[in-house]
């Protein structure tokens, strides 16, 4: 970023919104450090929750999949709450995006510590 009132126009990376995406990451694994945590329902009453932490350098958010949930219980983190402060490595996966109907580029939980 340029400054912190506008994006740098040099580079895409302030372009990719606010939430963490494997096109952001250039070496694996990558790092994320949750520093916060909320909860909201979406318009069909599914529960999400959206961590904010540091990521590559900037505070960006991360909502984890189902997949990536379910790493974190099986880890023994017994609430979204306990993921605070800890670090979380990703790897790089292919998914089925049922929306584009093609595989894109994921991030998935490579372990916590």
């Known amino acids: 970023m340029s400054n912190d009132m506008q994006p740098n126009l040099d580079e895409w990376d302030d372009f990719l919104g606010k939430f963490v995406k494997a096109e952001m990451v250039k070496t694996w694994p990558a790092l994320f450090i949750p520093i916060s945590v909320r909860g909201n329902f979406d318009d069909d009453d599914n529960a999400h929750v959206i ?18 949930i379910e790493i974190l219980r099986t880890a023994g983190l017994l609430s979204p709450r306990a993921l605070i402060g800890k670090k979380v490595y990703f790897k790089k996966v292919m998914n089925f995006n049922p929306s584009i109907k093609k595989k894109v580029p994921s991030l998935e939980i ?4």
């Open 51 to 68: 961590y904010t932490g540091e990521f590559l350098g900037k505070k960006k958010d991360w909502e984890p999949n189902k997949t990536n």
């Open 110 to 113: 490579e372990k916590v510590e």
